[in-house]
Structure formats: structure tokens, C-alpha cells
């Protein structure tokens, strides 16, 4: 019997799905899994000496009939990310994408719902810590649900920084301010992300704003942080897009709650947040999101590239073959 899946390029994938569609499938699939409806399974990692890393992620969307795994390794001279999609109740292969676009768009998609569901409703004016290759969709993605008045940039290079703000400029209808220090970066912030590579804590719980929403997006390594722990002291919603994942994963979340010997109930998965329609709770004075990556945010999106392809008709088919007999010698 022979069958065949499809293969969706960078190109393909980047042509059938927006930033603003991943964040409405994101909210579907965070609800499904809050629900009940969808699960993760842990990512597995492996290190490939001290600055390389190799990855799987998986998950199904269990009332949808999609099942896959993202699989992707990082060293110095480059990344390279792939998604490998089933049809759940019939166990066929159903495409393989290229992943590395999909990668950033579910990223930054993730921060826009963290924003969405525990921002102030109000909030227009923001501070970005990081002018890296992540930080526009970041921009983008927190823009598409808070449409941004001010955005106030910082990152340690100054050249850097005032190439990014010009490029901001074009692409945005906003003030953009080329901030000088952290301090005025976040000075009022309403939103923060900070979204950078940094592998000690530099971000303090003073730089933000009384009612400020902090978005934690780089730091997704246990070697890595990137804020200070005084910033646990003024939260008082903490969500994250998956609880074992941080655990497992996040410095700044195992210094705190496990040697620091707080409670790990205080911290709630977004999609338990969006399934209740619980948006920001009071206590405290700031709220913290902390998006560490999960299959179910890569799957969403593999899921809509998939359906439109085949709506569309994108895609190389490649042939597939059911069994073949296995050899060997007598």
C-alpha cells in the first residue's frame, strides 16, 4: 500500500501562516490542553560539548487527530530545526516542515498570549531588553495584543541598538525611543520582555514599573539567566508555558522555588490560565510570564501550515511505502 505526506520548505511554511494566525491557534491549543484535550511530553535534550545541543519536543492534540515531534540541534556554525507530523488515529506520516521559521513565529507567539492574558488591558507603552534576532517578532507579537504607543529599546551596543530602533521605525506605527540605560528603558514600562543571550542574571525587580507585566523570554537553558531573584518578590501572578519543562530547565525558576524552598503551585501553565478565563489576579504588584518552549506550541502551528498546504495545494509529495520485507543472511 503506498501512501505519500507533503514537505513544507521555510518559504512555504513563512507564505501559509502569519504571526497573528499562530497566535490565535496558540490560545486553541493552550485551551485544549488546559482543558484536557492535548498533552506535551517533555523535551529531551542532549549536549553536544560545552556550546552545542540537540533537541526533541513532542505532543498531540488529541481531539484534533495530530500528533508530532520538533526535532532541532544548535552549535556555534548553526541551527537547524525540523517538525515530523501524524495523523493520530490513523498513525500516517502526514509532512515534514522545515522548522526554523516555525520556531520563531510560535516563540514570539507564545509572549503575545502571556501578554494578552495577564497584561493590563491598557498597557501601550513597552521596554524590549535585547535587539537580537528574536527581538522584532517579540515587538510584533505583543503589538498584535496591545497595540503599542511607546516602545523603549536597550541592549549593550550602541550601534546595534540604534540600527534596530531605525529598523523598528519603518516597520511600526510608534515612538520608538533608543534608550541609554536600563534604567530608562524600563522607567514606567508598562510591558517588559527581556529576550537576550545572557548567561548571568542582570535584570533587578526595581526596574519595574508598579503593575508592570514582564515578559522572560531568553534563558531557556539551566546555565543561563537573565534576571535576578528580587523579581519573585514582586510577582504576584507567575505563568509559564509548561510547569515540568521549567522545572527542568529554568535557573532562575529551580534557584527560587527549589533551593530557595518556595512553592511550585504559586506558578500557573498558561493554558490552564486561558482554559478558566483567569486573567491577571491581584496580589502582588507585577506579573511574570516565562515561556520555555513545549510541543504543543510547535504542533498549532505544524497543524494550520499542514491544513493550509493541502487547501492550497503546497508542498513536494513525497512517496511513501507501507512495509517492505526485511533480509538476512542465513
Not at 494578552?116 to 501601550?124: E, I
Request: charged fraction near 20%; glycine fraction near 8%; charge should be neutral.
Amino acid at each position: 500500500m503506498h501512501q505519500s505526506a507533503i514537505w513544507l520548505s521555510e518559504d512555504n511554511v513563512a507564505s501559509l501562516v502569519t504571526l497573528n494566525d499562530t497566535i490565535a491557534e496558540l490560545e486553541k491549543g493552550l485551551r485544549h490542553l488546559g482543558q484536557g484535550k492535548a498533552f506535551n511530553i517533555p523535551k529531551a535534550l542532549g549536549s553536544i560539548g560545552p556550546q552545542a545541543s540537540m533537541h526533541s519536543l513532542g505532543s498531540a492534540l488529541t481531539q484534533d487527530g495530530y500528533c508530532g515531534y520538533k526535532n532541532w540541534v544548535n552549535t556555534p556554525q548553526g541551527a537547524k530545526a525540523v517538525f515530523i507530523l501524524f495523523h493520530a488515529i490513523e498513525g500516517r506520516l502526514l509532512a515534514i516542515l522545515e522548522a526554523n521559521a516555525l520556531g520563531q513565529m510560535r516563540t514570539s507567539a507564545m509572549t503575545g498570549l502571556g501578554t494578552k492574558w495577564l497584561a493590563p488591558s491598557n498597557a501601550a507603552d513597552m521596554a524590549i531588553i535585547g535587539s537580537g534576532r528574536q527581538a522584532l517578532a517579540q515587538i510584533a507579537a505583543v503589538n498584535a495584543v496591545r497595540p503599542l504607543k511607546r516602545l523603549r529599546v536597550w541592549s549593550p551596543t550602541p550601534e546595534k541598538r540604534a540600527a534596530f530602533c531605525n529598523k523598528v521605525r519603518t516597520m511600526f506605527d510608534m515612538e520608538v525611543m533608543d534608550a541609554s540605560s536600563l534604567e530608562q528603558a524600563t522607567d514606567s514600562a508598562e510591558i517588559v520582555t527581556t529576550v537576550t543571550r545572557a548567561s548571568a542574571p542582570f535584570f533587578n525587580g526595581n526596574l519595574l514599573a508598579k503593575g508592570a507585566h514582564y515578559n522572560a523570554v531568553g534563558a531557556i537553558l539551566p546555565s543561563n539567566a537573565e534576571f535576578h531573584q528580587d523579581v519573585f518578590d514582586r510577582v504576584g501572578m507567575i505563568a509559564v508555558d509548561d510547569v515540568p519543562s521549567t522545572r527542568k530547565a529554568s535557573r532562575e525558576f529551580i534557584d527560587y522555588f527549589d533551593k530557595g524552598g518556595h512553592d511550585w503551585n504559586l506558578v500557573r501553565p498558561l493554558g490552564d490560565v486561558i482554559a478558566n478565563n483567569q486573567h491577571q489576579l491581584t496580589g502582588g504588584d507585577v506579573t511574570l510570564f516565562k515561556s520555555m518552549g513545549m510541543g504543543i506550541s510547535d504542533l498549532s502551528v505544524a497543524t494550520l501550515a499542514y491544513q493550509r498546504a493541502q487547501e492550497a495545494g503546497l508542498g513536494l509529495s513525497i512517496p511513501l511505502t507501507q512495509n517492505a520485507d526485511i533480509r538476512w543472511e542465513k
